[in-house]
């Protein structure tokens, strides 16, 4: 099984729908994220509409990729269209493994200069829209992207640096847990994934997470002065684990950071 390879915007007319057609999950306003998440987002999901950035941090310790397939995951399963663009080394095994059903998953890895284009079709006709954020893009350029998704009810996830966004996600720690005295196998890791905003997320917030999560995720939400200054941390490979399956689907978060991307 494979996502739709999208390679310009002429190939999204077939995958995305008139922006005159009728919204199809009706008036389901909030697409749902794993339980271990709900406590950093003000409506317990994502909501139709908003911006949810995820900083990428420095480039050896983060795990923002991560993060971010975790952020699809839930709503892919119900059934949602979700797309990722300018990430060409983006892990679909990974995703497949964390539960993202790769039939209703559409990548544009190397958008070149139609970026905002590319990135404003998805927005007319593809629930959850994450992008990679180039490093020349404008202000004016991101809040025509932002009204867009307010516009059509759909989920924009920029990846990297972007001002104004309703919720602001970053993997600030992190420690592994598997590795004994000179021996031993790296099997999960827990973070803490901090949230800012503005609104109803305008007050800092903090959870610890695993990763992978399984039935043993321990999620310890709690309340901070200040997540926005902390230095950030790298970013690593995400890779796929062995997980439970269930109908085909894995339904364990299988994910495991193992090295420099």
């Excluded at 729908?17 to 271990?36: I, N």
């Excluded at 979700?82 to 060409?88: E, I, L």
Aim: net charge positive; charged share 20%.
């Amino acid at each position: 099984m494979a996502g739709h390879m999208v390679v310009g915007s002429a190939a999204l007319a077939g995958l995305v729908r008139p922006a005159s057609a009728p919204d199809p999950a009706g008036g389901h306003r909030v697409l749902p994220v794993a339980p271990e998440l709900t406590g950093l987002l003000p409506n317990r999901g994502l909501r139709r509409g908003s911006t949810i950035a995820v900083a990428a941090g420095q480039p050896r310790h983060s795990g923002g990729a991560s993060l971010v397939l975790a952020l699809l995951a839930e709503a892919s399963r119900g059934g949602s269209w979700c797309a990722v663009v300018g990430v060409p080394t983006f892990g679909a095994g990974a995703a497949a493994e964390l539960g993202i059903a790769l039939d209703r998953l559409a990548l544009v890895p190397n958008p070149g200069p139609e970026w905002a284009t590319v990135i404003a079709a998805l927005l007319d006709g593809v629930d959850v829209v994450v992008t990679a954020v180039p490093a020349s893009v404008s202000a004016s350029v991101a809040n025509r992207l932002a009204a867009r998704a307010r516009q059509r009810g759909s989920v924009l996830v920029p990846y990297g640096r972007w001002e104004g966004a309703d919720v602001t996600l970053q993997v600030v720690r992190g420690a592994w847990e598997g590795l004994g005295p000179g021996r031993g196998r790296l099997r999960r890791r827990e973070v803490t994934v901090s949230a800012r905003g503005r609104g109803a997320a305008a007050r800092p917030k903090e959870i610890k997470v695993w990763l992978p999560g399984d039935e043993l995720t321990q999620v310890i939400p709690r309340t901070v002065a200040s997540a926005a200054d902390r230095p950030a941390a790298g970013r690593l490979r995400p890779v796929a684990s062995p997980g439970r399956t269930v109908a085909g689907v894995s339904r364990r978060g299988a994910l495991t950071l193992v090295g420099p991307a």
